[in-house]
C-alpha cells in the first residue's frame, strides 16, 4: 500500500549522508550532516547509526585526510576529478567503526564536530592548502583516536598524506 510505503521511506531518514558521486576538485565533503533527520536520495543516500554523536563522529572522521583518502581509494574514477561508489559497495566500504569508540572518545568526535562544522572547507584537490581540514585532521586524530602529535608536525605523514592527495591526477582532474 501507499502508507506502507510511505513509511518504508521515511525509516530512512538520517542527519548522515553520504555523497557518492563526489567531485574531488569542486566538493569539499564526502559524508553530510543535517540538523533534522533527512531522507536522502540517489546521489546522497541516508545513512543510519544509532545515535546523532555516533553520525557525527563518522561525518568528521568521513571528512578527514583519512576518510578521504579510504573514499578515493575504493571509488570509481572513471572521470577526471570524480570518483563514484555504487550504493552497493557502500557496506563494505571500510570506514572508522564509530560504535567501537569509548563514550569518551564520541563526545570528544561530537564535540570536535559542533565545533568545526560550520568551517568553510576548500575541494579536496585543494587539500594540501586547507588549514581548516588540518586542524580537522589533527583534533581528530590526536584527541579521538589518540595518534601521536609527530604525525601532525610540518613535514609529518599527514602533511605528506595531504601533498600527495592533492597532487594525484585522478583528484585533480583538469584543474
Known amino acids: 500500500t501507499i502508507d506502507s510505503k510511505v513509511l518504508s521511506v521515511y525509516a530512512t531518514a538520517s542527519h548522515c549522508h553520504f555523497n557518492r558521486d563526489f567531485r574531488f576538485n569542486s566538493q569539499s ?36 585526510s583519512l576518510g578521504l583518502l579510504l573514499y578515493w581509494w575504493y571509488a570509481n574514477k572513471t572521470q577526471p576529478g570524480r570518483g563514484s561508489i555504487l550504493r552497493s559497495n557502500l557496506e563494505t566500504l571500510p570506514v572508522l567503526d564509530v560504535t567501537k569508540l569509548t563514550r569518551k572518545q564520541l563526545n570528544r568526535a561530537a564535540k570536535i564536530f559542533d565545533e568545526t562544522c560550520a568551517l568553510g572547507l576548500l575541494p579536496i584537490h585543494q587539500l594540501d592548502t586547507d588549514a581548516e581540514r588540518q586542524a580537522i585532521d589533527e583534533r581528530f586524530g590526536r584527541e579521538v583516536l589518540n595518534l601521536p602529535a609527530s604525525l601532525f608536525a610540518p613535514e609529518g605523514a599527514f602533511e605528506l598524506l595531504r601533498r600527495k592527495l592533492a597532487a594525484e591526477p585522478s583528484i585533480r582532474g583538469n584543474k
Not at 533527520?37 to 563518522?58: C, D, H, N, V, Y
Open 29 to 64: 565533503t564526502s559524508m553530510q550532516f543535517t540538523p533534522l533527520r533527512t531522507i536522502g536520495g540517489r546521489a546522497w543516500p541516508s545513512i543510519s547509526l544509532a545515535t546523532p554523536k555516533q553520525e557525527k563522529a563518522i561525518v568528521l572522521w568521513a571528512n578527514t
